[in-house]
C-alpha cells in the first residue's frame, strides 16, 4: 500500500510539472475538434479503442474490466505528436504538441473497485491568421488578424465496478464534461504609417464547457483464453456557457450515442490477438453548429497482437503491433475525413508478482494518416502510460 | 521524447472561414466642441539665462530688437609658461596687456542675409542675469532696476566688427589693456560686455562667447601668452515681448508658453454610420482595448515673423494634474516620449497648415479605463515644447472656433461578437 501512495504522488507530481497544452493536428479547428481517446500505451500499441483488452483496468471507455483486477490503482498517460500537413493550398508545415489524454485511479471497496479519472476528449486548440487591406489616411495598408482558440473538453469520471462470479464484470462510469476554450482575436496593424504605432485590436471570448454523460459495459473472460467487452456510452448535451464579460451566447450541442466493442484472445502462450470497434453518430450536432461543417458517423476498428514472451535483463517486455482505422467526426473539407495508424510498442515492467504488474510503463509509437478533401496530415505519435498497482 | 516535445509549435489553420468575421476599423475625427473646451495659453515659463545662449536682432522682421549679454569668470592667476632657460614653471605673476571677445554664432538657427555688423560695449548698471530684461537690469523681490535706457543701455562702446557668415562661424572685437583690467573686478555687478546688431533687419543665435587674453608672463616678458576665459553668465534682453494669442495655440518661447485645454475623452460613439451598422446600432460604449490610435491634431499657423522657428520644435504633452494652480500647476509625465514629437520650422513658415498629430493613445486608453462610469471624463492637458525654454521662437497652431482648429482623430476598432462554431 505505501509502494502504491508514493508511486500515485510521483505520477500526480508528473501530471503538474508538465506542460499540459498544445495541440496535435489541424482538425482541431473542424466543428467541435478532434476526438481524443483517453487509452493507455498498450493499447495504441495494440491497435485497440480502448475496450476489451487484458490487463487494462483503468480505461473509461470500458468500466467492468477494472473489476477484473481488484487492486489499487493508478495510470497517466502522456502523448507527444509531430505532424507534417499539406494543404490544397500548397501551404505546407508542420506542427507538435502534448497531451496528457488520461490520469486516473482506482480503489477497491465495497467488494468492487471506485476510479476517478480525468480523460480528453475533443481538443480544439488551433490558430489562423488572415490579412486585409485597410484604407487609412487614404493610403492602403496590410493589418494581419490573428486568431487563436485555446482549449479542450475533458471529462472528470466516477465510476463503480464489481466482479459478476470468477469470469464477468459489471461497470459504470458517470461522467462530467469539463474544460472550457477561449477564442481571441487580434488585429496588428503592422506598419501602419502614422506618428505612433497603432495598439492592436483585442477581444476574447471564453466558454465553460459542462454535460453529463453515463457509460455502462460489461466485460467477460472465456476460459481464460479470450475476453469479450462491451459499453456504451450516453451524453446529454455539452453545454458551453459564455463567462460574464462575452458577448458569445451560451451554446448546446448534442453530443453522440457511443458504442464499444473489443475482445483479445489468447492463441497460444505469450501470443495475443486484439480487435475493437468504436461507433458513434454524430448527425445531430450538425444542426447545433453555425459554421457549416461536415459531420460524419465516426466509425472506428482495430486491431492488433501482442508477443509477451519477449524479455530484457529477465523482465517480461512485451512487443505489440497493432493497425486501426476510422473516420473522424468532423472536417475542414466536403468530405468526411479518415484516419489511418499503425502502430508498434512495449511494455515494461518495474515490479511484478505471480504475473501481475505491479509497476510498469507501456510505450507506443504511431504513425498515421488523417485526410479530408483539402488537408492531409501524417504524423509521428508517441504514447507512454505509466501505471502502478499495489495491495 | 517527451521533452522534445514539450516546446510547442501549435497549429495554424489554412482556411480563413474558420477565423470570425472580420472586424471593423474606422478614422473618427472629433471637432473641438466634441472633445475639448476651456482652451489658455500660459507663459512665463523659465527665462533666457536658461538657454545657456543669447540671442542679438536688430528690428529683425521690422520689431524684434534683441542683445546679448554676457559677464566672464575670474582671470586666470597663474599659468605654465616656459622661461628664458626653457623650463616650464608655473608663473603667478601675468599681466594683461589686452584681448578680444570672440563670438560664436549658430549659423543654421541665425537670420541673415549676408555680413551683418556688431557692436560691443561694456555695461554700466548692476544686472542681474535671473531677472534682466529689455527695460529692467534687476528685478528681484524688493529690487526693481530700470536701466538707464532700454536694452542694457548705456554701454561704454568697445568697437565694431563685421561678420560674414560665409567665412566662419565667429567674430571678435579688440580689447585694450583698461578695458580688460575693468572686467578684472569679479565683485563688479555691473561689469558685463553687451553685443549688439547694427545690421537691421537680422537676428542671429549666439551660442558662445569667450574672451582671449593677450598674457605677458613674468618668467618670460618678451612672449605673449593667449588665455582663455569662459564666460561666466550669458543671457539676452528682447523688445517687444509677444502678447498672448487671442484665439491661437502657442508652445515654445523664451520664456516659455503653454495651451492647456480640457479633454474630455466620449465613451459611447453615435457614429459613423459604418459603425453603428456593424455594431447593430449607436450609441456604442467605447472599449480601451477597441481604441487603436488617438491624436490632438493641431493646424499649423504661421505666427510673428520676429519669432518663427528656425529649428525643429519638439512638442509635448502633459497632463495637468491641478488645472486651479495654473500657471504653477504640476504636470504628470510626458505623454510623447523623450523627444516629443518633432516639427520641422517650415511647418510654421512657407508650409503653415500643415497637420501635427500628437499622439495620446495610452492617455486615452487610460481614461476609457478608469473613467467609473462618468460620461465623458474630463482631463487637463498642457501642450508645451520638450523642453522649457529651448528658443526665443516659438511654434503657433489654429486655435479652436472655425475649420482650422484642433481635431481629435482617433482609430477605433470593433469586432463582432465571439461565437463559438
Not at chain 2, 494634474?321 to 523627444?339: I, N, V, Y
Not at chain 2, 479652436?400 to 462554431?421: K, Q, S
Request: hydrophobic fraction near 40%; charge should be negative; aromatic fraction near 8%.
Amino acid at each position: 500500500m505505501k509502494q502504491f501512495v508514493q508511486s500515485l504522488v510521483l505520477a500526480l507530481v508528473i501530471s503538474l510539472v508538465t506542460t499540459p497544452s498544445g495541440a496535435q493536428s489541424l482538425f482541431n479547428a473542424a466543428g467541435m475538434g478532434l476526438p481524443i481517446e483517453a487509452i493507455d500505451g498498450r493499447a495504441r500499441a495494440l491497435g485497440n479503442l480502448g475496450i476489451g483488452l487484458w490487463g487494462s483496468g483503468l480505461l473509461p471507455g470500458d468500466p467492468a474490466a477494472a473489476g477484473m483486477f481488484i487492486a489499487p490503482t493508478a495510470v497517466i498517460v502522456g502523448q507527444p505528436s509531430w505532424v507534417d500537413y499539406d494543404h490544397e493550398s500548397g501551404n505546407s508545415g508542420s506542427i507538435r504538441g502534448n497531451r496528457f489524454p488520461l490520469l486516473g485511479v482506482g480503489y477497491p471497496a465495497f467488494s468492487g473497485m471506485f476510479t476517478v479519472s480525468l480523460s480528453s476528449f475533443l481538443d480544439q486548440h488551433y490558430k489562423s491568421q488572415r490579412s486585409s487591406q485597410l484604407y487609412l489616411r487614404g493610403e492602403e495598408s496590410e493589418v494581419t488578424d490573428l486568431f487563436e482558440q485555446d482549449g479542450s473538453i475533458g471529462s472528470l469520471n466516477l465510476g463503480y465496478s464489481r466482479p459478476l462470479g470468477t469470469s464477468a464484470a459489471l461497470g459504470f462510469n458517470f461522467g462530467r464534461y469539463t474544460g472550457s476554450v477561449l477564442r481571441r482575436l487580434e488585429r496588428d496593424f503592422g506598419t501602419v504609417s502614422l506618428p505612433e504605432t497603432l495598439e492592436s485590436y483585442q477581444t476574447s471570448s471564453r466558454w465553460t464547457y459542462s454535460g453529463t454523460s453515463l457509460t455502462g459495459g460489461m466485460a467477460v473472460n472465456l476460459g481464460g483464453v479470450a475476453r469479450v467487452a462491451a459499453s456504451v456510452t450516453w451524453s446529454g448535451d455539452l453545454n458551453a456557457t459564455a463567462s460574464d464579460e462575452n458577448q458569445g451566447m451560451d451554446r448546446s450541442f448534442s453530443m453522440p450515442m457511443q458504442y464499444r466493442l473489443g475482445t483479445s484472445i489468447v492463441l497460444a502462450p505469450g501470443l495475443m490477438i486484439t480487435a475493437s470497434a468504436v461507433q458513434a453518430d454524430w448527425a445531430d450536432i450538425e444542426g447545433d453548429l453555425d459554421t457549416p461543417t461536415t459531420v460524419g458517423s465516426t466509425s472506428n476498428i482495430g486491431v492488433g497482437v501482442e508477443l509477451s514472451r519477449a524479455s530484457l535483463f529477465g523482465l517480461a517486455v512485451p512487443i505489440r503491433f497493432g493497425y486501426r482505422t476510422g473516420k473522424l467526426p468532423f472536417s475542414l473539407g466536403s468530405s468526411v475525413a479518415t484516419e489511418r495508424i499503425l502502430s508498434a510498442g512495449l511494455g515494461l515492467s518495474f515490479s511484478e508478482v505471480e504475473d501481475i504488474v505491479l509497476g510498469g510503463a507501456d510505450l507506443a509509437i504511431e504513425r498515421g494518416r488523417r485526410s479530408d478533401s483539402v488537408l492531409r496530415e501524417e504524423f509521428w505519435r508517441a504514447t507512454i502510460s505509466l501505471r502502478v498497482s499495489g495491495y | 521524447m517527451g521533452m522534445a516535445a514539450c516546446q510547442e509549435e501549435s497549429p495554424t489553420t489554412l482556411d480563413a472561414d474558420l477565423l470570425p468575421k472580420e472586424p471593423i476599423t474606422i478614422e473618427i475625427e472629433l471637432p473641438w466642441e466634441d472633445f475639448a473646451s476651456d482652451l489658455e495659453v500660459f507663459g512665463g515659463y523659465g527665462a533666457p539665462w536658461e538657454l545657456g545662449t543669447g540671442v542679438v536682432a536688430n528690428a529683425f522682421a521690422g520689431i524684434l530688437d534683441a542683445r546679448t549679454l554676457v559677464r566672464f569668470a575670474a582671470y586666470p592667476s597663474v599659468h605654465q609658461v616656459r622661461d628664458t632657460t626653457g623650463t616650464t614653471r608655473p608663473d603667478s605673476s601675468l599681466t594683461f596687456v589686452g584681448g578680444r571677445v570672440v563670438a560664436f554664432f549658430d549659423t543654421i538657427a541665425s537670420i541673415t542675409n549676408g555680413p551683418v555688423t556688431l557692436g560691443l560695449g561694456a555695461t554700466q548698471t548692476r544686472w542681474d542675469k535671473r531677472t534682466v530684461t529689455w527695460m529692467a537690469a534687476v528685478d528681484t523681490l524688493n529690487d526693481l532696476t530700470l536701466w538707464p535706457q532700454p536694452g542694457a543701455g548705456p554701454v561704454n562702446s568697445i568697437g565694431t566688427t563685421v561678420w560674414d557668415p560665409v567665412e566662419g562661424d565667429s567674430a571678435w572685437f579688440e580689447l585694450d589693456s583698461v578695458q580688460v583690467e575693468a572686467w578684472a573686478d569679479t565683485a563688479d555687478a555691473s561689469r558685463g560686455a553687451r553685443i549688439e546688431l547694427l545690421t537691421e533687419n537680422t537676428r542671429l543665435q549666439v551660442s558662445r562667447v569667450v574672451l582671449r587674453l593677450d598674457t605677458r608672463p613674468s618668467s618670460n616678458p618678451d612672449t605673449l601668452v593667449v588665455l582663455s576665459v569662459q564666460r561666466d553668465e550669458i543671457s539676452f534682453v528682447y523688445d517687444p515681448f509677444p502678447e498672448p494669442p487671442a484665439n491661437g495655440i502657442r508652445i515654445g518661447g523664451v520664456p516659455a508658453w503653454r495651451t492647456v485645454l480640457n479633454v474630455k475623452i466620449p465613451t459611447h460613439l453615435d457614429g459613423p454610420a459604418e459603425l453603428c451598422v456593424a455594431v447593430g446600432g449607436c450609441p456604442m460604449e467605447l472599449e480601451p482595448l477597441q481604441l487603436n490610435y488617438a491624436a490632438i491634431t493641431l493646424k499649423s499657423a504661421r505666427g510673428e515673423q520676429a519669432f518663427q522657428p528656425t529649428d525643429s520644435v519638439g512638442l509635448d504633452v502633459r497632463q495637468v494634474l491641478r488645472r486651479d494652480a495654473l500657471p504653477k500647476a504640476p504636470l504628470g509625465e510626458s505623454l510623447t516620449g523623450l523627444l516629443g514629437q518633432r516639427v520641422g520650422p517650415d511647418a510654421f513658415g512657407v508650409h503653415a497648415g500643415t497637420d501635427i498629430e500628437i499622439p495620446i493613445t495610452a492617455f486615452v486608453r487610460n481614461l476609457l479605463r478608469d473613467h467609473d462610469g462618468v460620461t465623458n471624463p474630463t482631463k487637463t492637458l498642457a501642450l508645451l515644447s520638450v523642453f522649457e525654454p529651448i528658443s526665443i521662437a516659438y511654434a503657433s497652431f489654429h486655435g479652436p472656433g472655425d475649420e482650422n482648429g484642433p481635431v481629435l482623430r482617433l482609430i477605433v476598432t470593433v469586432g463582432r461578437a465571439m461565437e463559438l462554431p
